[in-house]
């Protein structure tokens, strides 16, 4: 990597948890250039402005995330298994959620109270995840609309979780509730195995 | 009411709208100041900082939350009657949570942050809601640890949902979320209502 990419990956790497820990209007541009610890000049070569970073912090965070799920899709034919991979990967993260909210829920939040520019960065990331969770419903055997609502149901769920885990800092709280969430996908996969098992030839006395 | 305490009142209305359409961080003491209409020595004779603001802004939210819910109770003998007010006070305050988010949720996450003080001034406004939804699913029949899950349920799926309708801006992904819940409460209802007949009286097969 050249050394320029390197201290851009590094700003966006610092920026992108300044805005977790703190939030983006806490951070000040002062901030993430102390965090990197190179001059203001070195940054704004790079970025002219602390907007210009979050546009390249959106990026990453849309880029790390289709390739999390690239890789859960490759690794587990079944979408069963690719659901549970997606809530095992919050329950791995259950301290920095507790203490901190989501990452891209709380920045959402706080970016959607502002203009429609800023608010609007965090549509393309949320849709990403949501339209994967209800491929994997939809793979089940769920029709769109089915697939649509229970994607939604987890997503809020799941985003719901961890902002009254943060409100109370609290893991065992936050590990409570995201089991809940795997007997949701759990009920659903038996629910749909008994929905496939009741075809004509197990059931010869119908038709 | 004396001048001295609408004063109060004004500074603390014009605070907590400003922290809910703005977030707390982005709105500066100045602004404050601004939207009172006032001088910022009026202001501060009632108010040295900010985060003084802040705590006004809580115990404001607290009693009005109180006295909502008390007077649901009162009006509603029935706790399923409750619920649904619960819910369509949601339902009516659709446009302002698809637009700034839940002022209690975006509030806690941006403060959630920040230091302990900061953090834990939100657990007791969630905790008094939390505890009455509990205390509603009590009445219905369920048990202590039944009616705590069922109102993280419905909390945790309210949040939730308002931090996806805040990202896509958008009332009728937040109208058809809500009524989901309606959904739940109503099943919760009927599947009370089938336990309590289930007494030996109309099952006298039984014992």
Chains 1, 2 share one sequence.
Request: proline content about 2%; charged content about 25%.
């Amino acid at each position: 990597m050249k050394q320029g990419e390197q201290t851009r990956n590094n700003i966006i790497k610092s920026a992108n948890k300044l805005f977790y820990q703190q939030g983006f209007h806490k951070t000040a541009f002062s901030d993430i250039v102390r965090d990197v610890g190179l001059s203001k000049g070195n940054i704004t070569y790079h970025f002219k402005s602390k907007e210009d970073i979050l546009t390249a912090v959106f990026e990453r965070r849309m880029e790390k995330t289709r390739n999390t799920l690239a890789l859960w899709d490759k690794e587990h034919p079944e979408a069963t298994a690719r659901l549970y991979c997606f809530i095992d990967n919050l329950l791995e993260g259950k301290s920095e959620l507790a203490r901190y909210g989501c990452p891209n829920g709380t920045l959402a939040s706080e970016l959607g109270k502002s203009n429609a520019l800023t608010r609007e960065l965090s549509q393309p990331l949320f849709e990403l995840i949501r339209h994967w969770l209800a491929s994997q419903f939809l793979t089940l055997g769920s029709s769109t609309e089915q697939a649509n609502n229970l994607a939604m149901e987890l997503f809020t769920r799941g985003q719901g979780i961890c902002v009254l885990s943060q409100v109370y800092n609290d893991e065992k709280l936050f590990e409570h509730e995201i089991n809940q969430l795997k007997k949701l996908v759990a009920l659903h996969h038996i629910s749909k195995g008994l929905e496939m098992n009741k075809s004509p030839l197990v059931r010869p006395d119908i038709g």
